[in-house]
Structure formats: C-alpha cells, structure tokens
C-alpha cells in the first residue's frame, strides 16, 4: 500500500499483492486498515497499480481451504473483513474516488462500486468473476451494480460472466468518465475536491439519503429528510454558507 497526498486529497495505491490478491488473508486486512486509518478526511481516491485496481482472490489458499474442509471459514473471514469496510465507505463524510487503472474483480468490484465517484483510464476494466470459479457474488456487487445500471444489465454481467472494458462500464452507468492515463489520478483529485468541499453533515446525510432512498416509502423518506434538514439548521456551516451567499462570497467549510 502507498498513500500520499494531492491538493489536499489522500491518494491511496495498492501496489504489488494488494491489488492482484487483494482479497486474501495477507492483503485485506491491509486494504481495510489503510483505509479506515484515514476514513473521516474530506476525500480518499482509491487506486491500483499496473494491470490491476483491486483484483484477485488467493485462488492456492481457496484450494487448501478446499481440501481442508473449511472454505466456509476463510470465506466467512475475508467477507467478515470487506463487508463492514464498504458499508463504512457507503456512510461515511469521506467522499470516495476510484481511479480505475485496470481491471476490478470480484471483491474489488464491490470496492470500486462502493466510491462516490468512479472514473477509468482505457486501460479499465469491471468484471464479477465469480462465476467462473464456482461462487456466487459479494462484496455488495448485487446490490450496488444495479442502483447504476439496472437489474437487466446487471443480470446479464453475472450470468454472462462478463467483461466490461472502460467505455462499454461507462456507457452503462458504471463509471462515470473515462480519461487518459495521464490524467486519471489528476482528474480523480479534481472530482474528490469538488465533491468534498461542502459540510461534514451536508456531505453525510446526502450519502445516507441516497443510499436509503429505495428501502424507504415516499412518506418515510420525507420525515427522514426533515429530520436530517432540521439537524443541519444548528451546524456552523449552515451559518457559513448563508452568510457566504448573501454576501457572495465562498463559503469557507473548512
């Protein structure tokens, strides 16, 4: 794992296993505490290295586990590990970017699939994989893919075991822009900034709106807004941002 930092946005890079094994006993907890090392900063990009965002299971340890009879534990573990990660990503202030400069797989679908935000260099690439291997999805891929890009679409990519390149994710709804190489970690920064730069509350009720948005009937979701709404009314960024605007100024949420 490397983190830096750019225009004030943590850039976290998975490097050599923890982005071609991402998903394995050795890297995942890596990844997990990296990331909740530094979850409550205004914005994270997420991004991998080479061929690879985040991809691959341990494939030698799910056959060992096989012949040992206690898949059921190591796939308990990992999915015990990833699970609580990206529902915090999904809940947290933090505005999540994934640079997508190759291929996500698997659990590493569900990681890119968990951002606010996903962009692809040409090179990207989405892929469920499970399939393939026997399995049936996690990482919460079943029901984040299809809040982006239908049921029916979605369907298709798992059953079909499909391999989206960066334009056809896009095309969809998966990704929201593909750019250069080049450009990819810059303009992830870019987008991080842009939408990191309101309130902490601002930021956490919409995720917690959006993401609660089709669970909850009209009426449930009006009182949620209300409650969530009444409670920014006492926030120093609410004073901030009306003071800002009928002054036509910036507001400073810092």
Same mark, same amino acid.
């Given at each position: 794992?490397?983190?830096? &930092?750019?225009?004030?946005?943590?850039?976290? &890079?998975?490097?050599?296993?923890?982005?071609? &094994?991402?998903?394995?006993?050795?890297?995942?907890?890596?990844?997990?505490?990296?990331?909740?090392?530094?979850?409550? /900063?205004?914005?994270?990009?997420?991004?991998?290295?080479?061929?690879?965002?985040?991809?691959?299971?341990?494939?030698?340890?799910?056959?060992?586990?096989?012949?040992?009879?206690?898949?059921?534990?190591?796939?308990?573990?990992?999915?015990?590990?990833?699970?609580?990660?990206?529902?915090?990503?999904?809940?947290?202030?933090?505005?999540?970017?994934?640079?997508?400069?190759?291929?996500?797989?698997?659990?590493?679908?569900?990681?890119?699939?968990? /951002?606010?935000?996903r962009i692809a260099s040409p090179s990207g690439k989405m892929a469920a994989s499970y399939s393939g291997i026997g399995l049936s999805p996690d990482g919460g891929t079943t029901w984040l893919l299809p809040r982006l890009v239908g049921e029916q679409v979605s369907r298709r990519f798992f059953l079909e075991n499909q391999i989206w390149s960066a334009e056809e994710a896009c095309g969809f709804g998966?990704?929201?822009?593909?750019?250069?190489?080049?450009?990819?970690?810059?303009?992830?920064?870019?987008?991080?900034n842009v939408w990191s730069q309101w309130g902490n509350h601002t930021k956490e009720a919409t995720k917690h709106l959006l993401l609660t948005q089709n669970v909850n009937d009209f009426e449930t979701h009006l009182n949620h807004e209300r409650t969530l709404i009444e409670a920014a009314g006492i926030t120093p960024e609410f004073a901030e941002g009306v003071a800002a605007f009928l002054s036509k100024r910036k507001p400073n949420f810092s």
């Open positions: 794992m490397k983190v830096s &930092q750019k225009d004030g946005v943590t850039i976290i &890079q998975l490097i050599g296993g923890s982005a071609t &094994q991402s998903f394995s006993r050795e890297f995942l907890p890596k990844i997990r505490d990296t990331i909740i090392e530094h979850i409550g /900063c205004k914005a994270i990009v997420l991004t991998g290295e080479g061929r690879f965002f985040s991809a691959g299971a341990d494939l030698v340890a799910f056959q060992e586990s096989i012949k040992a009879e206690n898949s059921i534990e190591l796939i308990r573990e990992l999915t015990g590990i990833l699970h609580p990660l990206l529902l915090k990503m999904r809940t947290s202030k933090t505005i999540f970017v994934a640079a997508l400069n190759g291929a996500s797989a698997g659990g590493g679908l569900g990681l890119a699939l968990a /951002c606010d935000a998966a990704i929201d822009e593909v750019v250069s190489d080049e450009t990819l970690i810059d303009r992830a920064v870019e987008i991080a």
